[in-house]
């Protein structure tokens, strides 16, 4: 607050930023040190369990923090008054097209989409993004297999495909020892990018399509199939 009366919201804002993100960073910190510690003395970085569980865990905190700052936010806009978060008549998309009703909150006319009508509309996304993060795990699992990363004796036959996990045998073309391996390795970092590149379009017409009322919920709606996708092609 004083340095709020000193030297202005904008530096305020910045000061109570880092406040904050730095409380927040003190659990992820501490199950680093926990995990650091396993994969040192108890386990391996390839085989420890806790490796994979804290990645899924960072990227679930990220999402939180992100909806947690915005309340908080909004708590720092009722105290400070004049701090303003955002303008909510400028977060309404010009795209949308709703049914004319008078709002119940306002007593003013408003555009309306009815809940039965957005459901299908999110049918119809998931009806396209789903083959494409199908075809995608597929592609990934193709890569692992060709790479030597998913062998029978590690990872059980449900992923192995003998017709590529083969080449990664010893002697073979795509042997870990050799440089080829390398080869596909980046045939598979390029991959990635042009799945993600493809798929960044895909969520955003889909999005389009789901006829959202606010850029926020049209973002968010872009956030979470980008966010599926691209975690499950990391």
Known sequence: EKIRSHYGDETAIYFE??????????????????????????????NSPFAGAFSIFMSLWGTIFLVSWRRHCR????LWDDYVIENDAE???????G???????????????????????????FCICFPCWVFCCWAIVCFLNATGVIRPHHHG????????????DEG?????????????SIGQAV?????????????????DMEN???QRSYNNSVFIKRFIFEFTDF
């Open 157 to 168: 036959g449900m992923f192995d495909m003998p017709s590529l996990s083969f080449l990664a």
């Open 75 to 78: 708590g720092l806009d009722i």
């Open 99 to 125: 049914e004319m009703c008078i709002n119940p909150v306002t007593d003013l006319p408003d555009t309306y989409f009815p809940a039965k009508k957005r459901l299908v509309k999110y049918l119809q996304s």
């Open 172 to 184: 073979q073309i795509f042997d870990p020892d050799y440089n080829m391996n390398m080869v596909v």
């Open 91 to 97: 977060d309404l998309r010009k795209e949308f097209k």
């Open 191 to 207: 991959a990635t990018i042009i799945m993600n590149i493809q798929f960044r379009k895909v969520a955003h017409w889909t999005a």
């Open 212 to 214: 959202h009322k606010t």
């Open 17 to 46: 930023w880092m406040n904050y993100f730095q409380k927040w960073l003190l659990i992820p910190s501490a199950l680093a040190i926990l995990v650091s510690i396993s994969v040192q003395f108890f386990y391996g970085i390839e």
